[in-house]
């Protein structure tokens, strides 16, 4: 068969004689023709059947919620033991066939079983009955250069495995991504190719073809991006490492730290200061605190949060890494912290207030106690402020290390967002103690309190006018000479991204007021109209509570994709950088379609989203564990009559097992509508009370 080359080749100067170039265009067609022949003795077709039709996942084009339908032809695999042994992309069994068979070159088709997985990399181990199988070399990964060529190959077309697979041509265009798991080229990658090899230019195999995301950790995560010049491939040389653990019938799992940042919002440039870590977590059975600032991981300097990602990416469940962090200007090294292959799910820790916002005065002030809340249990009231908290120890106290005077750790002043960040450290059922100036009698006293899970209902118990009237501080007369901010409904265009989007800022709106944010995903053929409709809705409340509603409009008229996540994270970026905002109160909202993108981009950018307020929405995928410093609440509404109201129903159980906050509401005599007037009022309770602790 010819082989078809799709990225023509420019590199030869214009002066150049045309038989010259003639015969240069020859040399490399024939050099990729050998290139390809080598490698496609290991290259097998895989054949599947049964299972679900549509494999659950992210949002799907044309307004529909679900995930990727199932593919109904054959997929690909490499060769990776002459003994039977073959690799592939997860996503070709993402829909859990109830039969697998293979076809390597030269054999007769064989019954495939599945032996391990690599869930950090998304490949699957098969094993077939069959010997003398062709086993390609590995091209060096240290030898994987930015600009060369590499082509990817597929056996989904072409039933004849005595023909050349699918080829399509293109360079490596970056290493080390997907924090650092994959290299990438601008060759097309597709289904068509998925679990085959990218191939040098000699016939080596560079790495084995997968859909990915640096956002997403499903099977079908990057899928969304096939034939746009994206593509990843995990090098053999990396599969080879683990190849014995597969064979073993393991499932290997990414190695965490159990650590977040502590500033949120941009990981990339965020500087590599923990902000909190989770319990029984790696970091924490190492002796890492919140505060810490990693210096060295393995011996290579962190400059940056995204560093630390980038560094611990590729390493797996049970791996050991060197850390080295600073502690109260002291550096000290930590050699043997052994990762985990999940961090536990603990329920959110649950004191019983609403704190008050925008509050110059050292500690925080009551402006709300939760009815039978540890609070309450104890006495707290309105207007009491709280000035320090701190853990009671279990057992006998710990030794503490004397320090030199200006070695002392300083405390930051208590204020809000501090007591909020301070609270991702505790767990229900810890007990803590309260400094507390009481609001009656100015005296200060020391409570003892244990606190609690969070309530499912939480919410229904927020008397709507405590937070409308008392929930931030009254400032100062606006300054005139500030600069003036548009305020009302109106329309943008992001001058970056071309992506047009509504905002509605309160006409009230007020610099030194921090601002909740409502990034409303709109219905499938949504957008302008919904924006109109949603000012309508929460105009007046936006007013009063201070929230700030923005709608992006989707590039594709029929809903959302995932491939939008980055921009939209850009555009949410931009609302942050342009208001004050709360960050406690940015909450991702839709219907149908939109909601279903909600739960999408809430777990894939939860550095910046603190709720999901969902209607007649799909959770597609999964939820991923919680992360340390970045809660994530739900609340979800049905109609009782609506056709996917089962499927939408499964989202709770899946979010509380995960320990997530998750009210549930199902409407009576309601299919696809948005919401009832009561569950509206309640949603709005809902969403000014998400800086609760």
Request: glycine share 10%.
């Amino acid at each position: 068969m010819k082989l078809r080359i799709l990225l023509a080749v420019a590199c030869f100067s214009w002066t150049m004689a045309p038989t010259s170039a003639q015969d240069a265009n020859e040399a490399d067609e024939a050099a990729m023709k050998a290139a390809v022949a080598v490698a496609a003795r290991s290259v097998v077709k895989i054949e599947t059947s049964g299972g679900r039709e549509v494999i659950p996942g992210q949002p799907g084009p044309g307004g529909r919620q679900g995930g990727v339908r199932k593919g109904t032809g054959p997929t690909t695999g490499l060769v990776v033991g002459e003994d039977g042994w073959i690799i592939s992309s997860s996503f070709n069994f993402a829909d859990k066939p109830s039969s697998i068979t293979v076809t390597a070159p030269g054999k007769d088709r064989k019954v495939a079983k599945i032996v391990g997985s690599d869930t950090t990399r998304m490949l699957t181990l098969l094993k077939i009955d069959a010997t003398g199988l062709v086993v390609p070399k590995a091209f060096p990964k240290s030898e994987t250069e930015v600009g060369r060529w590499s082509l990817a190959l597929g056996r989904a077309l072409d039933p004849d495995l005595a023909d050349s697979p699918s080829i399509s041509l293109g360079i490596i265009s970056a290493t080390g991504r997907i924090f650092g798991k994959c290299v990438q080229t601008d060759a097309k990658v597709s289904p068509v190719n998925y679990g085959g090899p990218l191939v040098a230019l000699d016939g080596r195999v560079i790495g084995v073809l997968v859909p990915a995301s640096p956002r997403g950790d499903s099977e079908t995560a990057g899928v969304e991006w096939y034939d746009s010049g994206i593509g990843f491939a995990v090098p053999l040389d990396d599969i080879f490492a683990v190849l014995p653990k597969l064979k073993n019938g393991d499932t290997l799992r990414r190695g965490l730290m159990g650590i977040s940042a502590k500033v949120q919002g941009d990981d990339y440039n965020a500087p590599p200061v923990i902000g909190a870590v989770s319990r029984d977590s790696a970091a924490e059975k190492a002796g890492i605190k919140a505060n810490d600032t990693v210096v060295e991981l393995d011996g290579k300097p962190i400059a940056n949060f995204s560093g630390i990602q980038h560094a611990l990416g590729p390493k797996y469940a049970g791996d050991i890494v060197a850390v080295k962090i600073s502690r109260d200007g002291k550096t000290m090294d930590i050699p043997n912290v052994v990762l985990t292959g999940a961090v536990t799910s603990f329920a959110p820790p649950f004191l019983g207030i609403l704190p008050l916002r925008d509050d110059p005065t050292p500690g925080v002030e009551i402006r709300y106690v939760y009815p039978k809340s540890p609070a309450d249990e104890i006495g707290l009231k309105v207007g009491d402020r709280i000035l320090k908290v701190a853990p009671i120890p279990v057992g006998p106290p710990m030794p503490m290390p004397k320090l030199p005077p200006g070695m002392v750790p300083k405390s930051p002043p208590m204020k809000r967002d501090v007591l909020i960040q301070l609270m991702t450290t505790f767990r229900a059922d810890d007990e803590v103690e309260l400094e507390v100036k009481r609001k009656a009698g100015d005296k200060t006293e020391k409570l003892k309190v244990k606190l609690i899970a969070l309530p499912e209902d939480v919410a229904a118990a927020v008397p709507l006018p405590s937070s409308a009237k008392e929930a931030a501080k009254p400032v100062e007369a606006k300054d005139e000479k500030a600069d003036k901010i548009e305020t009302g409904l109106r329309r943008r265009t992001n001058p970056t991204l071309g992506r047009e989007s509504w905002v509605f800022v309160p006409e009230n709106y007020d610099k030194a007021v921090a601002h909740g944010a409502i990034i409303w995903l709109h219905r499938a053929r949504g957008g302008a109209k919904d924006g109109e409709d949603l000012e309508k809705i929460f105009g007046t409340w936006c007013n009063e509570h201070h929230f700030i509603l923005v709608g992006p409009k989707s590039k594709n008229e029929d809903g959302w994709l995932p491939s939008e996540t980055e921009e939209l994270v850009q555009e949410l970026n931009t609302i942050l950088a342009a208001y004050t905002i709360d960050k406690t109160r940015v909450v991702a909202h839709g219907m149908g379609i939109g909601g279903q993108m909600s739960y999408y981009l809430a777990f894939n950018a939860r550095e910046l989203i603190r709720g999901v307020a969902v209607t007649g929405a799909v959770l597609g995928t999964a939820p991923k564990e919680p992360v340390p410093g970045q809660p994530i609440s739900f609340y979800i509404v049905c109609g009782e009559q609506d056709p996917l109201v089962k499927d939408i129903a499964e989202a709770k159980p899946k979010l509380v097992e995960k320990k997530y906050p998750t009210i549930y509401r199902q409407l009576k005599d309601f299919g696809k509508e948005y919401l009832m007037e009561s569950t509206l009022e309640e949603l709005k309770r809902w969403l000014d009370s998400l800086d609760r602790i």
